[in-house]
Each structure stands twice: as structure tokens, then as C-alpha cells.
């Protein structure tokens, strides 16, 4: 069937088939239009979607790559923030963006184990066993009803001479009192993470101007498994608008890595052979890159 096509052309006619597909057996019921209910956890999606996924697929990339980079481009856009990482899980979202606060690159303000970070008592648990995690102390504040969000009244009682971060979820995409938090944080010098996984499009005016919940605080997470609002079936991004914490998320994300060369790029600094790497002797760094070389 695929018999003397180039490889663009055999895509294109697979491509077609899938949307065709999709037409034919997925979006057989009325089709979505703006303002309709979406029943909690349900999908609304196209042949678009369907055709990316095989697209994404046919190339058989398996780590990040161009789908990734403008997903990261658009959905820091969307936010109004400079930076996106994206990442496997909300989880995964909440333990890079609290791991990137214990960089030794923040000095004074790099969390260490001891540490202790106030949170609340009925929110998700991967937003707080990253804290557990690490060895920090987490300090619970409870709940008001019917809003189930975090007391602000109890921040202050909270506070010891060891907290470093405040970090919570908002609850139901209704957000927390962000005024309140971020003035607390502020007065404080504390980290702010917003875990936004349940409340991503949410707006929220502070100091009279609008903007989206994640990016009022100093990092926010989001999760893109699919009860949420929007699914890559698993998903999560971390984002922030400062260019250090962005350095601390790309290598808690990448390995530990302290290098801007994106995945399957190399020296791109220009100046991957001129430093010497503590104490390691220079002639074996330069043998082991050359059998890399030679062996790859
Ligand atoms: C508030 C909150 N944080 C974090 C997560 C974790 O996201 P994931 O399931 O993608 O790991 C969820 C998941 O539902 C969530 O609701």
C-alpha cells in the first residue's frame, strides 16, 4: 500500500486513514461546542489530537523533542511566564519544583533537610511527601468550609525560625487566598510553590492585575493526567518566571545535568573541553569522551 511513496507521502496517507478513523469511530456524538458540560474525567478531542499522537508516534522519538519544546513555548505563553518544564506527572511536577529550592545555586535561601514548610492539612499527598521526602518538616494548617482551602488565619502560628516554603494546592480550581500567601511569603522571604494541578485557568487578580493561578507564587505545577483539564494521559509541567529557579527545575528534571545543550545536542557552550572538573585528571576526561565517541 505503501509501496513507492517518499516518506512524507506514506505519512500523509497514514495520517489521513487516522483522522478518517478517528471520524468515523470516536466523533460520532454531537460535537463539542463552547460552553457545554464536561462531565468530570471525560475527554473532548478530534482527529487533530488523534493525528499528533500518531504523528508523534510515526517518528518514534521516545525522549523530548519539537512536540515538546512547543508545548513548553505555548503553555509558558498561555501563563504569561517565561519558563516551562515539562515532566511525566503532576507529581513528578511538585517533586521537581520543591527539589530545584534545595539548589545550592539559591545560597541562603537553598532548603535543607530540617528545614520546614507549611502546608495543609486535607490537600494531595504528592504535594507534600517531596518535602517528607527530602527531610523537611511538614507544618499543617487546616482547612475553612465550605471553600476547603488553607486558613490563612493560621499562617502566622505556623511560622518558626525554620520555615523556608509555603506550598499547597488549590483545591477544586477554586484558589487559596493568593493575596494573603504571597503577602506572607513576601514579609517572610519564603518560597511560594502553587500546586495548580487541579485549577489550571484559573484567574485571579492581585495588586489590580489578572493573572493565572501557578504564577502568583514562585513556581506553580500542573498535571496533565486525564481527570484534569487538559490530559497527555500522563503529563505534568513545572513553570516559574525566574531564570534561576527555571536552571534549578531543568536539572532537578534533567539528571542533575548544569548544561544548556538540549537533549541530543552536544557543546553547544563551545566550551565543553576547557574547564577542568574538580579534581579529575583532564587526560581522562578527554579518554573517556573519545570512546564515548568511538563506541556510539
Ligand atoms: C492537587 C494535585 N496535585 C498533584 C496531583 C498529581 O498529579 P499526577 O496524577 O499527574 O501525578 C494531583 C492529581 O490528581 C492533584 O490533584
Known sequence: MLEKKTEQEAKNAILEMVKEYCDTYHNTKKKFSEGDRIPYASRVYD?????????????????SDRYTEKFEKSFANYLGVRYCSLVNSGSSANLCAFMALTSPLLGKRQVKPGDEMITVAAGFPTT???????????????????QYNMDVTKLETALTDKTK?????????????????????????????????????TKYVINGEEKFSGTIGDIGTSSFYPPHHMTMGEGGAVYTDDSLLNKCIR????????????????????????KQYGELPWDMIINMYTHTLVTT
Open 47 to 63: 482527529s487533530d489530537e488523534m493525528c499528533n499522537l500518531v504523528d508523534s508516534a510515526l517518528e518514534f522519538w521516545l525522549t
Open 128 to 146: 507534600v511527601t517531596p518535602a517528607i521526602q527530602y527531610g523537611v518538616v511538614p507544618v499543617f494548617i487546616d482547612v475553612t468550609i465550605p
Open 165 to 201: 516554603v509555603v506550598m499547597a494546592a488549590h483545591t477544586l480550581g477554586n484558589p487559596f487566598d493568593l493575596t494573603e500567601v504571597k503577602a506572607f511569603c513576601e514579609k517572610y522571604n519564603l518560597w511560594m510553590i502553587e500546586d495548580n494541578c487541579d485549577a489550571l485557568g
Open 251 to 274: 536539572s532537578m528534571r534533567d539528571w542533575g545535568r548544569d548544561c544548556v545543550c538540549a537533549s541530543g545536542q552536544d557543546n553547544f557552550c563551545g566550551h565543553r573541553f576547557e
